[in-house]
């Protein structure tokens, strides 16, 4: 009798480890279920929602900072044509996106509309000096005015430049370059930001995922308008992806992330590179693909982001982005900075770069369950096209041989980074909210599933040494 009740007990063990094991394998799909429907639930953007109290408030802090380079030769790049040598003057950083979302309206066809605020504060503390430091810096009006004006009437504009005693290069502060200045050329305001504060991007248009939750945070329409109109082409023309403050949920490493910028006029794709721990909260880290600046001869793709064959060699060039169209005429390209993934032509003709993946590349930091971007960095280098001219002075003087791409940084326009990384208050709430129950529910499935094919297991084989022992004593 004692030897059947130890058997059966051991077989009531192994059968019960059993049930355990059994349980914590059902919880592992029941689980991703429950998990799967609550952030489907609370990614969703309408009131309520935790997506949507982020998606409506300033509370994460994105700081714009600006790198400006000193020519430190004017002088002999314009009466000899000597190659411009710079130095990096920066940070001075501001704080942006510190105004919510405006006029915010949500639509029966399940998106919601929106405007984002434009505003910049000055950050002392961020900033290696005040916005009163002056550099050498390229004269936006004269550089600008050569393309803006019919070439006919480069003769007038040549005499406004001597009457207004203006330059190719002119000294100004961070402030007048970054927010303007009178122009005496002009007779207005000049200045790379202007006008910022008091302005607006959008409207935005955007799904909210209410109906179909891999659709949430895709922009619908931008300014009213499913495409942009600025390339002519039905391709580059396109909207794609979100703003990238936020993306479907549930990434896939294999699928790259779309995202439109008004800022560069496009869209682009960002590709996985790593998964990285940011404040205890795994990311995925998404970089934008070398072949998004690359020549149409590199990628066929960006063939018609090509405008202009003269300036880009037979679209041979790599690197920048002609977005004159989208910036009413000006001679502006966009680059990485220091032309980062450009042609080498570009970093030769100016002494003072050093382009630099580290520190130039742009990428999202994006939370792989619930596609909150939680960290970003987009560095952008804006850059002017100015020459030939045979009656423009300076202009002829120094680059009568082919048009050239004038760098941002080397003549002082501005490189720019803009960064936000999920503050301390908000990735503890995050934690709290997602990242601690789903490890916990693993650990408990994890838990159920070993113990259980422990308890199986060690009874299994008591119970097999229990029968060879009592066939054994039987034998004897």
């Known amino acids: 009798m004692g ?10 063990g192994a059968v019960f480890g059993a049930v355990v094991a059994i349980l914590g394998g059902v919880l592992i799909p029941v689980g991703d279920s429950i998990i799967e429907g609550t952030v489907k639930k609370e990614a969703v953007i309408e009131p309520g929602t935790a997506a949507y109290d982020n998606w409506a408030s300033a509370e994460a802090v994105v700081y714009r900072q600006f790198w400006l380079f000193d020519v430190k030769n004017p002088l002999e790049v314009l009466n000899n044509g000597t190659k411009p040598v710079v130095t990096e003057r920066g940070p001075y950083t ?3 996106r510190y105004l919510p979302k405006e006029n915010i309206t949500a639509h029966s066809n399940h998106t919601i509309a929106f405007v984002l605020p434009a505003g910049a504060i000055f950050e002392p503390s961020l900033s290696v000096g005040p916005e009163e430091d002056q550099v050498t810096s390229l004269n936006l009006a004269v550089a600008g005015a050569y393309s803006l004006v019919p070439k006919g009437l480069h003769s007038l504009l040549e005499g406004l430049i001597r009457s207004s005693n203006s330059s190719l290069f ?11 200045y009178p122009d005496p050329i002009l007779k207005r305001t000049v200045g790379v930001f202007v006008p910022y504060n008091g302005t607006y991007d959008g409207y935005y248009n955007v799904y909210t995922g209410k109906d179909d939750i891999s659709k ?7 300014q ?24 479907p949920p549930f990434l896939d490493k294999k699928k790259p992330l779309y995202f439109f910028s008004s800022d560069i006029c496009r869209s682009v794709s960002a590709t996985f590179e790593k998964s990285k721990d940011l404040k205890g909260i795994e990311v995925y880290r998404y970089v934008l693909p070398t072949l998004t600046l690359a020549s149409p001869k590199e990628n066929p793709d960006n063939q018609c982001f090509c405008t202009d064959p003269v300036v880009t060699k037979d679209c041979a060039l790599a690197g920048v982005l002609d977005v004159s169209s989208c910036r009413d005429g000006a001679p502006i390209y966009i680059s990485l900075p220091h032309f980062l993934h450009g042609s080498a032509y570009l970093i030769e003709d100016v002494l ?3 382009p630099s993946e ?16 939680l960290g970003f960095a987009k560095r952008l280098q804006v850059n002017m096209m100015y020459g030939p001219s045979n009656v423009i002075t300076g202009v002829h003087v120094t680059y009568s041989r082919s048009y050239s791409i004038s760098l941002c940084l080397s003549l002082s326009f501005h490189l720019c980074n803009q960064t936000a990384v999920v503050d301390d208050k908000t990735a503890d709430m995050f934690k709290k909210e997602l990242i601690y129950p789903i490890q916990l529910l693993h650990v408990i499935q994890q838990a159920l599933l070993g113990v259980g094919l422990a308890i199986f297991f060690l009874c299994l084989i008591a119970y097999c040494v229990v029968r060879r022992k009592e066939n054994n004593g039987k034998l004897v």
């Open 3 to 12: 030897r059947c009740n130890r058997r059966c007990g051991l077989i009531a």
């Open 94 to 96: 501001y704080r942006t």
């Open 170 to 180: 002119q000294r100004r502060t961070i402030k007048e370059i970054l927010w303007g």
């Open 216 to 222: 949430v945070g895709l922009i619908d329409r931008w």
């Open 224 to 247: 009213g308008e499913r495409t942009v109109d600025y390339w002519n082409n039905t391709y580059c023309d396109m909207i794609n992806g979100t703003d990238a403050s936020s993306f």
């Open 352 to 354: 003072g770069l050093n």
């Open 358 to 373: 580290e520190h130039h590349a742009t990428y999202l930091d994006v939370e792989p369950t619930t596609g909150f971007t």
